[in-house]
């Protein structure tokens, strides 16, 4: 994991004016090739952690993951139990 969270695209949106952010809704990771496990999700709560340290409105950010080979059963697991 890097050290610091990286953007992609133009930046961040959602902005209320200045000096003033809307929470963010979502971070998330996608894979092409390989099953997304725990370990996927961990980076992904280590991500939003990092942003809260950074002041960012993570109060109701969930996680997403997307993977084209699929999910592990613990991660399914992990899943039904917080859905």
Same mark, same amino acid.
């Given at each position: 994991?890097?050290?610091?969270?990286? &953007?992609?695209?133009?930046?961040? *949106?959602?902005?209320?004016?200045?000096?003033? %952010?809307?929470?963010?809704?979502?971070? +998330?990771? !996608?894979?092409?090739?390989?099953?997304?496990?725990?370990?996927?999700?961990?980076?992904?709560? &280590?991500?939003?952690?990092?942003? *809260?340290?950074?002041?960012?409105?993570?109060? %109701?950010?969930?996680?997403?993951?997307? +993977?084209? !080979?699929?999910?592990?059963?613990?991660?399914?697991?992990?899943?039904?139990?917080?859905?």
């Amino acid at each position: 994991m890097p050290d610091e969270p990286r &953007r992609s695209g133009g930046g961040r *949106a959602g902005s209320d004016g200045p000096g003033r %952010r809307q929470a963010l809704p979502s971070v +998330g990771l !996608a894979r092409w090739n390989g099953v997304l496990d725990l370990p996927h999700l961990h980076e992904v709560q &280590r991500l939003v952690a990092a942003l *809260a340290e950074l002041g960012e409105d993570v109060s %109701r950010t969930r996680p997403a993951l997307y +993977g084209a !080979a699929g999910f592990s059963a613990r991660l399914r697991s992990v899943e039904a139990q917080t859905s």
